[in-house]
T-cell receptor
């Protein structure tokens, strides 16, 4: 089954404790991205990757890091989480960036206390 | 940069009636306009998309219209059913440019 998986689905952590949210897709897609969803603000892009070893900032990259060492995986790293990073996070992938359907993961709800 | 405005933010319609969600975009170079549906506890899923070389596209009860001159596009859902209750996102993108999402519309189908 073609899908995007994310782990964990739910995470409660404390300020400053490094965490990683994993994302994996099995569709051989070139393009992957991370979004955060907050009430009233919709989906905002954090980082994206056009292909392996090619990552770039989205609209709200501060406080986040990503890596793309393999085509299927695109982890999101929070080196020192803060309460304003409490949000619902989605990973997405598509064949290419421009004009292709994006497939979203199920989401990771992160709470930073 | 590109901006996508979506209205209304919340919409309640009686079951069986039609629902219309409208979006405007700022970048005239945009040529791809997808609509995503997000059900509770799930990630958004594409329900229909339209490209700038057509003005309308229909898929069963769902249709999208595009007015490139006015830079706006709309989602039309006819004969609404309870399972249509969800959050809907419009988006716009194009050549050498990323997809920008609207802020979403929460659609309630009233019994």
């Amino acid at each position: 089954e073609a899908q995007v998986t994310q782990n964990p689905r739910y995470l409660i952590t404390v300020t400053g404790k490094k965490l990683t949210v994993t994302c994996s897709q099995n569709m051989n897609h070139e393009y992957m991205s991370w979004y955060r969803q907050d009430p009233g603000l919709g989906l905002r892009q954090i980082y994206y990757s056009m292909n392996v070893e090619a990552t770039d900032k989205g609209d709200v990259p501060e406080g986040y890091k990503v890596s793309r060492k393999e085509k299927r995986n695109f982890p999101l790293i929070l080196e020192s989480p803060s309460p304003n990073q409490t949000s619902l996070y989605f990973c997405a992938s598509s064949l290419k960036r421009d004009g292709y359907e994006q497939y979203f993961g199920p989401g990771t709800r992160l709470t930073v206390t | 940069g590109e901006n996508v405005e979506q209205h209304p933010s919340t919409l309640s319609v009686q079951e069986g009636d039609s629902a219309v969600i409208k979006c405007t975009y700022s970048d005239s170079a945009s040529n791809y306009f997808p609509w995503y549906k997000q059900e509770l506890g799930k990630g958004p899923q594409l329900i229909i998309d339209i490209r700038s070389n057509v003005g309308e596209k229909k898929d069963q009860r769902i249709a999208v219209t595009l007015n490139k001159t006015a830079k706006h596009f709309s989602l039309h859902i006819t004969e609404t059913q309870p399972e249509d209750s969800a959050v809907y996102f419009c988006a716009a993108g194009g050549r050498d440019d990323k997809i920008i999402f609207g802020k979403g519309t929460r659609l309630h189908i009233l019994p």
